[in-house]
């Protein structure tokens, strides 16, 4: 049964890495040709700093979530390492559950806040704000799963923890 979910997973963790390519690609397209349309053309595209700011929103959440599943997510393992080994593993369940439950509020209240402003359209492109208010609750999705993932397995790994002196 974990087999099937650790496969969901990764097959939504190469979705969103996909994504996230798609979308840096796109919002570097969108830079550049504002950069040329502006100094080169002085004439700028009106939609071009909205795009990015969207882009960039998109892609910080679902590069969070990647970077959480990568292990490589800004942490603190200084204080887990001050534990005894037998203490490690509790204390990993411990912050685990206090992360999980910030990102399941994060998930819901992100949820919410989509559908309150999904009628409101946006300035410059007009597309409803809703659908970049989803970034939240997507990336907190995905770090959720991540990080149920990781506990499910014992993140806890000597060879990957940075030994602080």
């Given at each position: 049964m974990l087999g099937y979910y650790f496969k969901f997973v990764e097959y939504i963790d190469k979705l969103a890495r996909w994504v996230l390519g798609i979308l840096t690609?796109?919002?570097v397209i969108d830079v550049f040709a504002q950069v040329i349309w502006r100094y080169g053309l002085v004439s700028p595209?009106?939609?071009?700093?909205?795009?990015?700011?969207?882009?960039?929103?998109?892609?910080?959440?679902?590069?969070a979530a990647v970077?959480?599943?990568?292990?490589?997510?800004?942490?603190?393992?200084?204080?887990?390492?001050?534990?005894?080994p037998g203490y490690?593993?509790?204390?990993?369940?411990?912050?685990?559950?206090?992360?999980?439950?910030?990102l399941l509020l994060c998930i819901i209240e992100g949820l919410e806040a989509a559908i309150i402003v999904?009628?409101?359209?946006s300035?410059?492109?007009?597309?409803?704000?809703g659908w970049v208010?989803?970034?939240l609750p997507s990336g907190a999705t995905l770090m959720l799963l991540h990080l149920i993932t990781q506990m499910i397995k014992?993140?806890?790994?000597?060879?990957?923890?940075?030994?602080?002196?």
């Open positions: 690609f796109l919002m595209i009106f939609w071009a700093d909205e795009a990015a700011r969207y882009l960039f929103i998109w892609i910080s959440f679902l590069g970077a959480l599943g990568e292990k490589i997510h800004y942490g603190f393992d200084y204080l887990v390492l001050k534990f005894p490690r593993r509790k204390v990993e369940i411990l912050v685990g559950t206090i992360v999980g439950l910030f999904m009628a409101q359209k300035p410059s492109l007009r597309i409803r704000m208010y989803l970034a014992g993140n806890t790994d000597e060879s990957t923890l940075i030994q602080v002196e």
